[in-house]
């Protein structure tokens, strides 16, 4: 088996900035990458698994269904998945794929590392590039040897997209369309449905997603030297019809000073600080994103439920 690990993960200066830069927003928001420490990993591997949580499963089931038919339409090539997670998305493609090098670019080093060498277990004919990296505005990959001279796919599973605003995420098709190198890109997305069943998959009832917040307080208290206690915090998602998306929150619970990346943060009782957000796109909208980004939608995959797809974009000139 072939692992390589490059590390580009940002500095604690950029961290610290990062930080006072989002606190500074109104309403309060940080990064979503920032929920993705080991810790943050581990719990977002749980939500998955949770039975409100559904999208996962679907995913990979339609993965597992369509692998040969979306590798006939991608063709051959370096598969580049954008966050790897546990790699069990990316596993179905690269078999059909038949593919002889993988790279993945997550901001967590050691889901990594578990995840490659788990990936590398099944398919020890392929070489496994791992970058640690904030890849939400990466437009080239780092130079090295293994990564030269092939045509590349991006891989872009989970609704992961939807974690950013509309303008992040057109800056992010247009980063990946530089990245990709005039390769194509499979992009997973869900779909808007009931509020009740959206807000249920991202607050479910064995408090897994508030655990996932509240750890970003713990993992910025070590990492910059705060005293943000998550005990004065309560965990909320909520629908926002009009901006189609879930939007995930820590509300504070009083009035509050916290001391955070060198500075006072006075939160009132009630203000929110904004963990994520996660959009939903009808094929309306994905296809309206994908042209303003410079892409077109070529084919289609959804599943029986209609509650998430997999697009395949094409550079649109």
């Known amino acids: ?25 109104s309403p309060r928001q940080l990064p979503a990458w920032l929920l993705y420490n080991d810790e943050g990993s581990r719990l977002f591997a749980e939500i998955c698994r949770q039975p409100e949580y559904t999208l996962t499963n679907r995913e990979i089931t339609l993965l597992e269904l369509h692998a040969d038919a979306i590798a006939a339409a991608t063709g051959p090539g370096l598969v580049v998945e954008f966050g790897i997670g546990n790699a069990r998305k990316v596993d179905p493609l690269l078999t059909a794929l038949g593919s002889n090098i993988f790279a993945a670019l997550d901001i967590s080093y050691s889901a990594l590392e578990e995840a490659l060498s788990g990936l590398a277990a099944r398919h020890p004919n392929t070489a496994m590039v791992g970058i640690c990296c904030d890849h939400s505005s990466m437009k080239e990959l ?23 605003t509309p303008e992040e995420a057109l800056a992010f098709l247009r980063n990946a369309r530089q990245l990709l190198a005039g390769g194509p890109l499979l992009l997973g997305l869900d779909q808007p449905r009931a509020p009740a069943l959206m807000e249920a998959a991202y607050d479910d009832a064995a408090g897994v997603s ?18 943000a206690d998550p005990k004065q915090f309560r965990y909320r998602a909520r629908w926002q019809a009009q901006q189609q998306r879930i939007e995930m929150a820590l509300v504070s619970t009083q009035d509050q000073i916290v001391h955070l990346a060198g500075e006072a943060w006075f939160f009132r009782n009630g203000d929110a600080w904004i963990t994520e ?13 994908a042209t303003q980004a410079g892409w077109r939608i070529e084919r289609r995959w959804e599943d029986p439920h209609q509650q998430m797809a997999l697009h395949l974009l094409l550079p649109a000139d």
């Not at 490059?6 to 927003?25: C, K």
């Not at 130079?143 to 950013?164: C, D, K, M, T, V």
């Not at 508030?210 to 005293?227: I, K, P, V, W």
Request: aromatic share 8%; hydrophobic share 40%; glycine share 8%.
């Open 142 to 164: 780092p130079a090295h040897p293994a990564l030269e001279g092939h045509r590349r796919i991006g891989f872009f599973p989970g609704s992961s997209l939807g974690n950013f």
């Open 210 to 227: 508030a655990a996932f917040a509240r750890n970003l307080l713990q993992r910025l208290n070590r990492d910059l030297q705060g005293d």
């Open 1 to 25: 088996m072939s692992i390589t690990l490059i590390d580009l993960h940002p500095s604690p200066a950029d961290l610290q900035q990062l930080v006072q830069e989002g606190l500074r927003r």
């Open 277 to 289: 957000y996660s959009v939903k796109y009808s094929p309306k909208a994905a296809a309206e994103l």
